[in-house]
Nanobody, 126 residues
Framework: QVQLVESGGGSVQAGGSLRLSCAASGYTYSSYCMGWFRQAPGQEREGVAAIDSDGSTSYADSVKGRFTISQDNAKKTLYLQMNLLKPEDTAMYYC????????????????????WGQGTQVTVSS
């Protein structure tokens, strides 16, 4: 079965960096759209970034220029490099996967992804 396992979360001060990883298994990784989402307490889950099987990417305006999504198809691993972190980036971060092409269309909608990881917590202090 499909499994997505996130890692790399932690606590950092504002201005710091973290790199999240999402290890995938159970499906043909390279053919899927992969996304990163986050959810802060009391808020809705929001799309952070996504990458399609052709390498095209999309980002939320709030993270453009600070976050970079990438993947290693050989390792079946998705990454999110987060730089210049801000307190408002504090949230549980989830990776998600779907077999459709979503970048440039509905990549930011959680209901468009079939598979989800359990999440990794990111806390940014001021």
């Amino acid at each position: 079965q499909v499994q997505l396992v996130e890692s790399g979360g932690g606590s950092v001060q504002a201005g710091g960096s973290l790199r999240l990883s999402c290890a995938a298994s159970g499906y043909t990784y390279s053919s899927y759209c992969m996304g990163w989402f986050r959810q802060a307490p009391g808020q809705e889950r929001e799309g952070v970034a996504a990458i399609d099987s052709d390498g095209s990417t999309s980002y939320a305006d709030s993270v453009k220029g600070r976050f970079t999504i990438s993947q290693d198809n050989a390792k079946k691993t998705l990454y999110l490099q987060m730089n210049l972190l801000k307190p408002e980036d504090t949230a549980m971060y989830y990776c998600a996967a779907d077999s459709r092409t979503l970048v440039g269309r509905m990549w930011h909608r959680p209901d468009q992804y079939k598979y989800w990881g359990q999440g990794t917590q990111v806390t940014v202090s001021s």
